[in-house]
């Protein structure tokens, strides 16, 4: 059974620091692309930061300079460092992992979510 288990989520003010674990399980984590996507209420759902197999990274323009993707493939663990947090960040993160060009947003598996939220 595939799993992807994400945590660190949490509130914090405006200017402070969160970061977000993704554990994978049941499929092969270190052959497979992954990704943190967001989504707010009222908002699509966007890509926040994608990282390949072999370790290339993208992040979203809105990021850029805050945002650290990273994983860590002895633990099948993805990490969404996030710093200087806005409250523009607000949102629900979610691990996805295994692209598939067919699948939701690129990605055949998904986590349930963490819930960031960032206030003044």
């Known amino acids: 059974e595939v799993q992807l288990v994400e945590s660190g989520g949490g509130s914090v003010q405006a200017g402070g620091s969160l970061r977000l674990s993704c554990t994978a399980s049941?499929?092969?984590?270190?052959?497979?692309?992954m990704a943190w996507y967001r989504q707010a209420p009222g908002n699509d759902c966007e890509l926040v930061s994608s990282i390949t197999s072999d370790g290339t990274t993208e992040v979203a323009d809105a990021v850029k300079g805050r945002f650290t993707i990273s994983k860590d493939s002895a633990r099948n663990t993805l990490y969404l460092e996030m710093n200087g947090l806005k409250p523009e960040d607000t949102a629900m993160y979610y691990c996805?992992?295994?692209?598939?060009?067919?699948?939701?947003?690129?990605?055949?598996?998904w986590g349930q979510g963490t819930q960031v939220t960032v206030s003044l």
């Open positions: 996805a992992g295994s692209w598939d060009a067919y699948a939701y947003m690129g990605f055949r598996y």
């Open positions: 049941g499929f092969t984590f270190d052959d497979s692309d």
